[in-house]
């Protein structure tokens, strides 16, 4: 890498950010999918009933994409707006969803499908 960085003229200022931007994509895939990416998928995994967890299925699943197609449509416009603002209305919504998850998400841990539904009622 650094003998084709040497012969096509690349700078280590620019093969260094390359890595690191790089990097930085992966480590991020790999934490939303540790993280927030995994919440729709337990819910509808655990807590669902059997008798509507394929039309709950779906309607997580739409609901996931459309979140990440409406961050792909506005982002460019954000970043045109503020891009310290948008990294900050961002972090609000991450923010809000950690609250809905810890609040609003029961513990699923040792527990049986109708304890679960018992404690939505």
């Known amino acids: 890498m650094l003998i084709k960085s040497h012969l096509t003229g690349v ?3 620019e093969m260094f950010t390359s ?13 939303f999918s540790l993280g927030i990416g995994a919440v729709p998928w337990v819910i509808m995994s655990e807590i669902l009933p059997v008798n509507v967890k ?23 416009l954000l970043l ?5 603002g948008t ?6 919504i991450c923010s809000l969803t950690l609250v809905f998850v810890a609040f ?13 539904e018992a404690s939505f009622r």
């Not at 045109?80 to 310290?84: F, K, L, N, P």
């Not at 029961?106 to 679960?116: D, H, N, V």
């Open 11 to 13: 700078s280590h200022l």
């Open 19 to 31: 890595i690191l931007a790089v990097t930085s994509l992966l480590v991020y895939i790999v934490s």
């Open 54 to 76: 394929g039309l709950a299925g779906s309607v997580a699943t739409l609901a996931n994409w459309s979140s990440s197609w409406l961050v792909t449509m506005t982002i460019n």
């Open 80 to 84: 045109e707006w503020s891009t310290a």
């Open 87 to 92: 990294f900050f209305l961002y972090a609000i």
């Open 104 to 116: 609003l998400v029961p513990e699923t841990k040792g527990r049986t499908l109708e304890e679960i």
